[in-house]
């Protein structure tokens, strides 16, 4: 009478199925180890310094009071920290101050941080009854300038027809 191939036996020696059990071991130790590996953190940069200096260009000249401009310039901060908790948390990403980073490994979303805070900022300006200005509008610096350049040509004129 023939025996079956080794194959189809059902009765493997106990070597074979401790080497089975160990590998089986291994594999699952490995797959979860890499599973619960944490991810290498994302840097991304901001350029807070740019979009506080917008900011400000933008309140120039405006026919506001200092009481009305304090509340837009505290929505605005309040808006930028809003967006950049919310890129951070959101996206999971480290976002560090674009004047920090010396390398240019760190992406810059410092575009996609003024569209979110000034999105935030129309509508708390909006709730507040208050118009809210674009960052680095510079027509009110022009307005303001001009006003400037046509009151110092009238201070110079009344200047030379007095003796």
Do not use: C, N, W
Request: charged share 25%.
């Amino acid at each position: 009478m023939t025996t079956a191939p080794m194959i189809v036996r059902r009765a493997a020696d106990p070597v074979t199925k401790l080497l089975a059990g160990a590998a089986l071991l291994l594999s699952t130790l490995a797959f979860t180890g890499d599973a619960r590996r944490p991810e290498s953190p994302l840097f991304v940069s901001v350029s807070i310094k740019t979009l506080i200096e917008e900011h400000m260009v933008s309140m120039i000249g405006r026919d506001i009071t200092q009481g009305e401009a304090r509340q837009l310039t505290e929505d605005y901060i309040a808006s930028l920290e809003a967006a950049i908790a919310s890129l951070a948390e959101d996206d999971g990403v480290i976002v560090l101050a674009g004047e920090a980073v010396l390398g240019g490994g760190a992406p810059d979303f410092t575009g996609d941080i003024r569209a979110e805070a000034l999105t935030q900022a129309l509508r708390r300006a909006e709730a507040r009854g208050l118009e809210f200005p674009e960052p680095g509008d510079a027509s009110a610096i022009s307005r303001e300038l001009d006003r400037l350049s046509a009151a110092t040509a009238d201070l110079g004129q009344q200047m030379r027809g007095q003796p």
